[in-house]
């Protein structure tokens, strides 16, 4: 079966998203309403791309050779939740890519969508994105909390490393704000301190 992902926008090459260098995905749509959020534009279920998974899946492999990992961020990717876990499921069997996924769900709330996604559809191999992530960071932003750093944005999210192969260590060391311009005049600024730029 052919997923479909509804994509916000795509950084082939990001230093301030996650340990190396990494292409980063951010999807679109996001119900969660955290205040403050920096990604508004990122919120409308009808806004950005629809993109099939395997032509997605093909752009970031085509980078395979200059990123040592994925980012996925949005909008919610969890509040599309089978095509996300398509993508992840061919990246982790697929590649040595690593995958780190910023979430607006806590822990809790993650794991009782896997239980209600494994009730419904039991032989579905795309019931769980937690097999094939490394990192996760959980948790709706907060400004009354607000951090900024190591990859948090506010102090109540929580980092979970669901493989050994990354550490608190590789998240020290990041830059907080990028700002990336592209030959075409396109400026995208990221990172987790996008706000002080
Ligand atoms: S979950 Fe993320 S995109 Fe959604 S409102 Fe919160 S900060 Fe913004």
């Given at each position: 079966m052919s997923h479909t992902l509804r994509l916000h926008d795509f950084l082939p090459i990001s230093h301030a998203n996650g340990p190396g260098n990494r292409t980063v995905?951010?999807?679109?749509?996001?119900?969660?309403?955290?205040?403050?959020?920096?990604?508004q534009d990122t919120h409308s279920v009808d806004g950005g791309d629809v993109v099939a998974v395997d032509d997605l899946f093909t752009r970031i492999t085509?980078?395979?050779d200059s990123i040592e990992g994925v980012t996925i961020s949005g909008g919610e990717p969890?509040?599309?939740?089978?095509p996300i876990v398509a993508l992840l499921h061919r990246i982790k069997k697929e590649t040595?890519?690593?995958?780190?996924?910023?979430?607006?769900?806590?822990?809790n709330e993650i794991q009782k969508m896997e239980i209600a996604h494994r009730n419904r559809h039991a032989e579905n191999l795309l019931n769980s994105?937690?097999?094939y992530i490394?990192?996760?960071?959980?948790?709706?932003?907060?400004?009354?909390?607000?951090?900024?750093?190591?990859?948090?944005?506010?102090?109540?999210?929580?980092?979970?490393?669901?493989?050994?192969?990354?550490t608190l260590a590789d998240l020290a060391c990041l830059p907080e704000?990028?700002?990336?311009?592209?030959?075409?005049?396109?400026?995208i600024v990221s990172g987790i301190d996008p706000i002080e730029f």
């Open positions: 995905v951010w999807l679109q749509g996001c119900s969660l309403g955290c205040p403050g959020c920096f990604n085509s980078l395979s969890l509040q599309q939740f089978i040595s890519l690593s995958v780190l996924v910023f979430s607006g769900f806590t822990w994105p937690l097999p490394d990192i996760l960071i959980a948790g709706r932003y907060d400004p009354t909390k607000r951090v900024a750093h190591d990859l948090y944005g506010s102090a109540n999210q929580t980092v979970h490393f669901l493989t050994d192969r990354y704000t990028e700002v990336v311009i592209s030959l075409d005049g396109d400026v």
